[in-house]
């Protein structure tokens, strides 16, 4: 039987890492979705489009490029609030639904990351994490992720942006970020990566053994 884990939770709460690990574990293909979304703002961008330009945006996400993917620049903070404003359209949203849905139907299974992958990319996924934190420790992380990096970052203005995407996202008509009826909630407040990893696993392993 395919495993399908669909993992969503908010800004920074680590589920794109956990995702990754777990894919490797599993040995499964895995889709960070956000990344789908940050392509779309940058294209708008570097079609000098603004963000703002709903069609535009609906018309990237139809023609999207999955060679886009792979730009470095996705990874930028900017981008990262480029993407929370285009993902609030919902034709945007729509455009980019099969091209998730169709990652979703490998064979073997799938991991897919994002906000509304329990609820509306993958409902039917077998096993549906929901990872969460709180915003000052996800500012935290988001902040070394930076300083790492070597970009100058302001830890008051880190949390002022994950807030307001929090209720960007909790609040958009078209898919708003919630924890599936049936999906875990895994808190990573007080847990470094591998034990949140630990925690995952466990609960992925729980899941498969009641499907079998």
Not at 122 to 142: N, Q, Y
């Amino acid at each position: 039987m395919p495993l399908l884990i669909a993992i969503d939770g908010p800004a920074a709460s680590g589920k794109g890492t956990l995702a990754k690990r777990l894919a490797g574990h599993y040995g499964l293909p895995h889709l960070d979705t956000g990344l789908l979304y940050r392509a779309v703002a940058l294209a708008l961008l570097d079609a000098g489009r603004s963000l703002d330009d709903h069609a535009a945006a609906a018309q990237a996400a139809r023609t999207l490029d999955a060679e886009r993917l792979d730009d470095p620049r996705l990874r930028e903070r900017a981008m990262g609030e480029a993407a929370s404003r285009v993902s609030a359209v919902p034709e945007v949203r729509a455009g980019l639904l099969t091209w998730q849905r169709r990652f979703a139907t490998d064979p073997q299974g799938a991991v897919l990351d994002g906000r509304d992958i329990g609820t509306v990319v993958c409902p039917d996924a077998g096993v549906k994490l929901f990872i969460t934190a709180s915003s000052e420790e996800r500012a935290r992380r988001r902040h070394l992720e930076l300083a790492g990096r070597g970009e100058t970052a302001d830890f008051a203005v880190i949390l002022a942006d994950i807030e307001a995407r929090d209720a960007r996202d909790a609040s958009r008509a078209a898919a708003p970020l919630r924890m599936a009826d049936d999906a875990i909630r895994l808190d990573t407040t007080d847990l470094d990566a591998n034990a949140a990893f630990d925690e995952a696993r466990a609960i992925v392993e729980r899941a498969r053994g009641s499907m079998s």
